[in-house]
């Protein structure tokens, strides 16, 4: 088992940015690709960011790229969203997961993550 705990968001104005963190405990946190999913009200849950076990490897949603950096610190157990020039629409619950499938090739699909934290709410004013 892998427990994820999210902190980090909160209310930010349009243009602003927000570092989210997720902590891990229970089995090894770099045995496991992690990333970065969020959810807007009445929407489908989608990929934000990923990673591999080692941070080598990394992949972004389109609609974030170039505005975001997901991180990882394994000697933290700590895993991290920067986002930068926050629009309305990153309006969202954000996620963090871990995959052990993402291990080496970063997985986009919600089926390929094993462990999931409680979100963190993010919300981004005009």
């Known amino acids: 088992q892998v427990q994820l705990v999210e902190s980090g968001g909160g209310l930010v104005q349009a243009g602003g940015s927000l570092r989210l963190s997720c902590t891990a405990s229970?089995?090894?946190?770099?045995?496991?690709?992690m990333g970065w999913f969020r959810q807007a009200p009445g929407k489908e849950r989608e990929f934000v960011a990923g990673l591999t076990w080692n941070g080598g490897r990394t992949n972004y949603a389109a609609s974030v790229e170039g505005r975001s950096t997901i991180s990882r610190d394994n000697g933290k157990n700590t895993l991290y969203l920067q986002m930068n020039s926050l629009k309305p629409e990153d309006t969202a619950v954000y996620y963090c997961?871990?995959?052990?499938?993402?291990?080496?090739?970063?997985?986009?699909?919600?089926?390929?993550?094993?462990?999931w934290g409680q979100g963190t709410q993010v919300t981004v004013s005009s």
């Open positions: 997961a871990a995959s052990w499938s993402s291990r080496q090739v970063v997985r986009q699909h919600l089926s390929e993550y094993d462990y």
């Open positions: 229970g089995r090894t946190f770099n045995d496991y690709g």
